[in-house]
């Protein structure tokens, strides 16, 4: 009785299958869930940051290839303070927001989005190709020798197209969804957007005080410590001179006075509308690119790869009953 359950076809489908399905999930887990796919995605995401200069196009002695944070191969991601104005001249103030910068915003954040569906096909292309190399060595390694291999590659391939087809229509739609900004996180967005306006400006004050250097710190903010880092041209509260200054002040009648008080005294700066332009776009691409590095990966395993993983004994047993027909 033993032997005759052994020799039972459908017994040896059973575990036939079972052994191939395990073999390759533990591939597909071995290779596509890798960092490297996904890292590389995240990279290429990242590097299409705007690139704001709170500096002139003008300015002299700036080498602007070393002061990118990230790669500056295309000149057309630099924006300078100036050709910032220029826009916001141009620019139609529209009813969506009285905010004079917001068709600008929508403009600059539309540029960097415009380039993330090429990244996310190539990144769903990149899982697609190592599945189907799998699916095809795991399969000459398991029937090689069987007929059934022509119908078990056909109906899996055909059954991954369709799921890819299905999935790259739902990741399309997540350039699109960015064109207009949102987020229900508006107290990061105004972290973000504070800690990128304050390098903006402490990079720009340092580059008045000392045109010949230039010096913006390389990291996203959202991807740092959360720290605003001061630089060395700040004068502290504590100061001698600032001390004078109040106390002169106060013998004149001025009482209560701080250092807070003594900045209002200087001028605004003629390019504040541009600082605060680039802090806005600058601090929500951080959020915008946060969510499609997380949320892109997460539907390709879960809608691609596992839907495919928990459907695949099914679809082996599909081939050999389309197999022991024909």
């Not at 229900?184 to 990079?203: G, I, P, T």
């Amino acid at each position: 009785m033993a032997e005759d359950t052994i020799q039972d076809p459908s017994i040896s489908l059973f575990i036939a299958v079972s052994k191939f399905s395990a073999d390759v999930v533990a591939q597909v887990n071995s290779a596509l869930r890798a960092k490297d796919i996904y890292t590389q995605f995240k990279s290429e995401i990242m590097s299409t940051a705007p690139d704001f200069r709170p500096y002139l196009s003008t300015d002299p002695q700036i080498d602007y290839l070393t002061v990118s944070p990230i790669d500056a191969r295309d000149d057309s991601r630099i924006f300078f303070l100036d050709q910032l104005k220029s826009r916001l001249q141009d620019s139609p103030v529209t009813g969506v927001s009285h905010s004079e910068r917001y068709p600008v915003q929508l403009a600059l954040i539309s540029e960097f989005v415009g380039r993330w569906r090429e990244y996310i096909i190539g990144c769903l292309d990149r899982i697609h190709l190592g599945l189907c190399e799998i699916l095809n060595k795991t399969v000459c390694n398991h029937f090689g020798d069987s007929k059934v291999i022509v119908e078990t590659r056909m109906i899996m391939y055909e059954e991954i197209e369709l799921r890819r087809a299905a999935v790259l229509q739902e990741l399309e739609s997540f350039p699109k969804m960015e064109q207009l900004p949102f987020t229900q996180n508006s107290w990061q967005l105004s972290s973000l957007r504070q800690q990128w306006l304050q390098r903006y400006v402490n990079a720009r004050a340092e580059h008045i005080a000392n045109p010949w250097k230039c010096d913006l710190s390389p990291r996203p903010a959202l991807f740092d410590t959360g720290r605003v880092h001061m630089h060395n041209f700040t004068v502290s509260a504590n100061s001698a001179v600032v001390t004078d200054v109040l106390t002169g002040l106060h013998q004149l009648g001025y009482e209560n006075l701080t250092l807070a008080d003594l900045a209002r005294l200087k001028p605004s700066d003629a390019y504040k509308e541009e600082l605060e332009l680039a802090a806005d776009v600058r601090g929500y691409f951080d959020i915008a690119a946060a969510r499609v590095i997380d949320i892109v990966p997460m539907i390709i395993n879960h809608h691609y790869l596992n839907e495919f993983l928990d459907t695949l004994n099914f679809i082996l047993v599909k081939a050999d009953v389309h197999h022991n027909t024909q």
